[in-house]
């Protein structure tokens, strides 16, 4: 084995994030409870061997699921076989089914609802710790920031006020890196959205970007200019890591999605930054080591 020189060692000692990230994407849900440990384990130490180094859960709390006892053990339990497999562990908090809607309210009451995610985040966090006993290596914030709701300079304020006090109010109940996702339509400028980001990464977040590969309201030229932009190679680029997704849309007006081809799946889990940013999947479910164990609906 090369041993490490002093000087590389200082190097990661002063920035540990020049080592990129290859994280996949657990959106937990109810009946991922069913799976039996000795599954669960399996499929943990199948993404080590396939080169994952953590474990993102999107969330902690869905609504109300995972707030009895019963389901947020079960929950820890899942958590605590992924750190025994040599994974790290971004902690999800809270998740509200109808933000996407609630986000479009006026100024007075999206204030209002914005500082009620932030006291569900932050009481999340202090009961993951106080239950599990496992300190994450980093918090996730499962609201997503997108290209159309943050436009006007009232609510783009709000809303950056809201991940700033989040920020804060986390780092007091354990100071670890924080995440969130953020996704483009067309609605801004590749540049405009660049600088959306940015602002978000100013209040120490840092951003994953989602390629909208699997969603598909863009060409892959579309999509490349928005990514360039935001988590190119290019200098100052202020998004921390790309988000590629592992499914395809099914056409209807129900939403439903099925994995993308193994080969497309394989070739984009061969993807590498050039620039140290991370690769994330979304997400665990469609990876064909899941198949069989994870209900893919």
């Given at each position: 084995?090369?041993?490490?020189?002093?000087?590389?060692?200082a190097f990661l000692l002063i920035c540990p994030q020049a080592i990129a990230m290859k994280g996949i994407f657990w959106q937990p849900q109810l009946r991922d409870n069913q799976v039996s440990e000795a599954k669960w384990q399996s499929l943990m130490h199948s993404l080590r061997r396939e080169g994952f180094d953590t474990l993102i859960l999107q969330w902690t709390r869905y609504g109300d699921a995972f707030t009895h006892e019963s389901e947020s053990l079960a929950l820890q339990q899942k958590a605590a076989a992924a750190r025994s497999a040599g994974l790290r562990?971004?902690?999800?908090?809270?998740?509200d089914p109808d933000f996407f809607t609630r986000q479009k309210q006026p100024a007075a009451a999206q204030?209002?609802?914005?500082?009620?995610l932030r006291t569900q985040d932050i009481s999340q966090a202090r009961s993951?710790?106080?239950?599990?006993?496992?300190?994450?290596?980093?918090?996730?914030?499962?609201?997503?920031?997108?290209?159309?709701n943050w436009r006007e300079d009232t609510s783009r304020q709000q809303m950056l006020k809201w991940l700033g006090d989040t920020r804060f109010g986390l780092a007091a109940v354990s100071d670890k890196p924080l995440y969130i996702?953020?996704?483009?339509?067309?609605?801004?400028?590749?540049?405009?959205?660049?600088?959306l980001n940015r602002q978000v990464k100013e209040r120490g977040i840092n951003v994953w970007v989602q390629d909208g590969s699997g969603v598909g309201k863009m060409n892959s030229a579309q999509r490349a200019l928005y990514?360039?932009?935001?988590?190119?190679?290019q200098t100052a680029t202020p998004a921390s890591g790309i988000v590629y997704e592992l499914f395809s849309i099914n056409p209807g007006k129900t939403?439903?999605?099925s994995p993308k081809t193994e080969s497309v799946i394989t070739a984009l889990l061969a993807k590498k930054s050039s620039c140290h940013k991370d690769s994330l999947y979304f997400s665990l479910r469609y990876l064909p080591q899941a198949l069989g164990t994870l209900d893919r609906r």
């Open positions: 084995m090369k041993l490490l020189t002093p000087v590389f060692l562990l971004i902690v999800g908090l809270y998740s204030a209002n609802y914005l500082n009620y993951w710790l106080q239950k599990s006993g496992i300190e994450p290596d980093g918090w996730y914030i499962s609201a997503e920031i997108d290209d159309l996702s953020s996704f483009f339509a067309g609605n801004m400028t590749p540049e405009s959205f660049a600088g990514l360039d932009a935001a988590a190119g190679c939403f439903s999605a």
